[in-house]
């Protein structure tokens, strides 16, 4: 069973479209991630939710909104894509408290 | 601007010798160090975590930390080619917020 699962694992689209990435983990965690990799490696923290509420909001543009329908599962939806949204992005999980993180296999995303 | 550094290389080493990897971190106030690999086109996986000045060593990898010098690093004896991946410094508060550092792209020729 994979402990932390990411869907779609690619996603290509044209700028200004509307898209969702979902999340789920099994690992019984409370806190989940959104990270975005950039072409040069650079994992950055995006948000940070734990056990439904948001706890981390780094300086995203507001067209990336996260959502936590429970625990279990971190969903990010992003409004007028643009050529700069272009990653990978992945998702992660912890215990409370943050310490070591389980990621997600990641989404490759690619806005023409 | 809580910052983690890392040369970002490619370090390259031969097959059998032993990889050092650094990273430098500016928040004092960290609690929590780590170091995870990750293969091309694979997620980040954590290889060790250290909480306290010294050495800590599990298997072919020591990690060692310096909170005076703010500075961790990570020793891989005996490398081998699928040590071949790049390496993040990842850095945590008290809180929740873990900073990750750019990765160093290790090479080991067979």
């Known amino acids: 069973d994979t402990a932390v699962s990411q869907t779609p694992k690619y996603l290509v689209t044209q700028m200004g479209n509307d898209k969702s990435i979902k999340c789920e983990q099994n690992l019984g965690h409370d806190t989940m991630y959104w990270y975005k990799q950039d072409s040069k490696k650079f994992l950055k923290i995006m948000f940070s939710?734990?056990?439904?509420?948001?706890?981390i909001n780094e300086t995203v543009p507001n067209r990336f909104s996260p959502k936590s329908p429970d625990k279990a599962h971190l969903n990010l939806h992003i409004n007028s894509l643009e050529l700069g949204d272009s990653a990978v992005y992945f998702c992660a999980s912890s215990q409370v408290g943050g310490e070591t993180q389980y990621f997600g296999p990641g989404t490759r995303l690619l806005v023409l | 601007q809580k910052e983690v550094e890392q040369n970002s290389g490619p370090l390259s080493v031969p097959e059998g010798a032993i990889a050092s990897l650094n990273c430098t971190y500016s928040d004092r106030g960290s609690q929590s160090f780590f170091w995870y690999r990750q293969y091309s086109g694979k997620s980040p996986e954590l290889i060790m975590f250290?909480?306290?000045?010294g050495d800590k060593e599990d298997g072919r990898f020591t990690a060692q930390l310096n909170k005076a010098s703010q500075y961790v690093s990570l020793l891989i004896r005996d490398s081998q080619p699928s040590d071949s991946a790049t390496y993040l410094c990842?850095?945590?508060?008290?809180?929740?917020?873990?900073?990750f550092g750019a990765g160093t792209r290790l090479f080991v020729k067979a």
């Open positions: 939710y734990n056990n439904k509420e948001l706890i």
């Open positions: 990842a850095v945590k508060d008290g809180g929740f917020k873990t900073i």
């Open positions: 250290i909480y306290s000045n």
